[in-house]
């Protein structure tokens, strides 16, 4: 009887254990699919960035060598420091690093308070007024920058980092919106409490609103040092001094002219170098980055 008993708990437990090892060897496969392709994505978008370097450290005659070579024999390191020395790279480092650093804090300062205006305030036409800001993104940037010219050529601002700077200290659409919708999901009884206690609302703002919103301050922030970064079009249109160049601009002495051909080799390794503080910032803030573009969809 205690042998039937036992045979029959093992015939029924086989297919309960062998359902479960098929459960977790197709798990296992669906894990190893989904890792392959994964890699798969970051090698295509990752071979740009490393065919850049690796041109940055050739030869000028072995940048267009068939078949192309992607570990260059000896590297030449020697590229990196003969930029310094066919231009004045590192004015136009410092350049890009000041309206960089001005434009980011004018940019989540400005937006910041406006986006806590329309999340929190109460006034007549708010919602009128945000949505004609956000009618501004429709609106494509090759449109207003004849109109912006004829402003600064106006003000006397040509020729100076100003038309690049002041006009961060009015907002973003897109950044007011981003920081708005994160700010709506602070609890209002933060703020209830603290007017309670006494506090005005620039106080709220200043001591709970902007310590709980780092993550939505850290990703404006970096749409605006890109943004500020890579810009190309406003400062060849507003700078006429090579002394108040940008690394965007600068670029241009090394895509060759009537008498010289391009230099890639001191292009690429240019142009690394321009993407390098990009990059640094990115790791150093992606999770707050990424956890600011989740939480400031939560509300609508």
């Not at 700010?183 to 620039?202: M, Q």
């Not at 690394?247 to 240019?270: E, K, Y």
């Not at 990009?278 to 969809?297: D, E, M, P």
Request: charged fraction near 15%; hydrophobic fraction near 55%.
């Amino acid at each position: 009887m205690a042998r039937a008993v036992d045979s029959r708990r093992v015939a029924v437990g086989t297919p309960a254990r062998g359902t479960f090892l098929s459960r977790v060897w197709r798990h296992r496969l669906q894990m190893a699919v989904a890792f392959v392709v994964i890699l798969a994505g970051a090698a295509i978008i990752i071979m740009p960035l490393g065919w850049m370097i690796s041109t940055s450290l050739k030869r000028q005659m072995d940048v267009f060598v068939l078949p192309p070579k992607w570990i260059p024999a000896p590297p030449q390191w020697g590229n990196y420091a003969e930029i310094f020395d066919s231009a004045p790279f590192d004015l136009y480092l410092l350049n890009s690093a000041i309206i960089t650093s001005s434009s980011v804090f004018g940019s989540v300062l400005s937006c910041s308070l406006a986006a806590y205006g329309f999340a929190r305030l109460r006034f007549p036409g708010r919602e009128l007024i945000f949505v004609m800001i956000l009618a501004t993104l429709m609106l494509p940037e090759s449109m207003t920058l004849i109109p912006r010219f004829i402003i600064f050529e106006k003000l006397g601002w040509l020729n100076s980092f100003k038309p690049l700077i002041v006009p961060s200290f009015f907002g973003s659409a897109f950044q007011i919106f981003l920081l708005r919708q994160f700010f709506r999901t602070i609890p209002n009884e933060l703020e209830d409490a603290a007017r309670l206690d006494g506090a005005g609302t620039l106080r709220i703002f200043a001591t709970i609103v902007l310590p709980l919103s780092k993550p939505a301050l850290v990703t404006a922030g970096i749409f605006s040092f890109i943004f500020s970064w890579n810009d190309f079009i406003r400062p060849l249109l507003y700078l006429n001094s090579e002394d108040k160049y940008t690394v965007a601009i600068g670029l241009l002495n090394f895509t060759g002219s009537d008498r010289i051909g391009p230099q890639m080799h001191l292009l690429m390794a240019a142009s690394f170098l321009t993407t390098l503080p990009v990059l640094i910032v990115f790791l150093l803030a992606q999770r707050l980055f990424v956890k600011g573009i989740v939480f400031s969809g939560i509300k609508g």
